[in-house]
């Protein structure tokens, strides 16, 4: 006896035939009823059973309730025969607007066309239809532009200047004259240039005032002098001696031609008095005393060394 028979003899069993049939039968029974178990929370959206080698199926939805079969109501429900009076109207304005839509196509297509006095038919940008150049293309749309323009001016002419002034209101609604308010404005700023120009010919000297309008004078009558002036000119020779120089020695002389008195009419001290920097004579009335800080003659104590330290510097320079 070999060795396999003999421990297939001693250790192994089978089965009997009784039990291999009814496992073979519960078997098959399991696989022939195929019973499957939903999930209760499942959405309904699952993928059926199609070729494993066509991925390409739409997904169809399954549902897995059953609650239809159990009603026993019915859910039909009848209409009225007839339309209801909503479709009614819904009808009777699709068919109003379809309509206007048919009648404004044929009023376009019979639309006269824009022809100018010689009978060529113009587009819309006012140039001529068909070929032409460049210059006579630019040429049309200007002229079509000056005349959009003078019918504006005429219309903007028609309606009045009231049609493009603005209304301005206040605070409670009322009506802003705006003239009104610019001639103020207006009034105001005229009114505060003639103080300003009173305050300035205030702060002025009656020297001052004579001399502007001596100025004045040589300006209106330079009109009517010569182009050259030579030494013989007689009105520049009177012009020079009237100048008032403080270190002349011939002043007294002008002076008392003058008979004493200042540019303004007014007549002057006729004793020595001391300069000043504006070269000003004491009035007929001063009494002869100085009254001042003595700074006119710290002044011209200041000048004077200065100029003659310039003289001493440029001397020295020279010897060097």
């Not at 026993?72 to 109003?96: E, F, H, R, V, Y």
């Not at 019918?151 to 802003?176: F, L, W």
């Not at 008392?256 to 004793?271: D, F, H, M, N």
Request: hydrophobic fraction near 30%.
């Amino acid at each position: 006896m070999s060795l396999a028979d003999y421990l297939a003899k001693n250790y192994l069993t089978a089965d009997p035939p009784s039990q291999k049939k009814s496992k073979k039968r519960k078997r098959n029974a399991v696989e022939e009823s195929s019973v499957t178990i939903a999930d209760d929370d499942t959405l309904g959206w699952e993928k059926p059973p199609t070729n494993p080698d066509d991925d390409d199926d739409p997904t169809t939805v399954y549902s897995t309730t059953t609650s239809f079969r159990k009603s026993k109501q019915n859910n039909w429900q009848s209409l009225a025969a007839g339309p209801s009076a909503d479709t009614a109207a819904a009808d009777a304005i699709i068919a109003s607007a379809s309509a206007e839509h048919t009648a404004r196509q044929a009023a376009a297509d019979d639309a006269p066309q824009v022809e100018d006095s010689d009978g060529v038919l113009k587009m819309q940008s006012g140039a001529h239809a068909g070929l032409q150049t460049a210059e006579q293309v630019t040429a049309a749309i200007e002229r079509k532009r000056v005349e959009e323009r003078r019918k504006m001016r005429e219309a903007e002419r028609e309606a009045g200047a009231e049609a493009k002034e603005t209304i301005y209101r206040d605070a409670s609604g009322r009506i802003i004259n705006v003239a009104m308010k610019r001639a103020e404005a207006r009034k105001k700023e005229e009114e505060a240039a003639r103080k300003e120009r009173e305050e300035a010919e205030a702060g002025k000297g009656d020297v001052q005032r004579a001399m502007k309008e001596a100025r004045r004078r040589e300006v209106e009558e330079a009109r009517y002098l010569t182009v050259g002036r030579s030494v013989d000119d007689v009105e520049m020779n009177e012009m020079l001696k009237g100048e008032e120089r403080w270190n002349d020695p011939a002043a007294g002389f002008v002076e008392a031609k003058r008979g004493g008195k200042s540019v303004t009419g007014k007549p002057l001290y006729q004793g020595a008095a001391a300069p000043n920097r504006y070269g000003i004579r004491p009035g007929h009335r001063w009494d002869g005393v100085d009254r001042s800080n003595g700074f006119e003659k710290e002044y011209f104590t200041a000048r004077n060394r200065k100029e003659n330290l310039k003289k001493m510097e440029y001397a020295w320079g020279m010897d060097d």
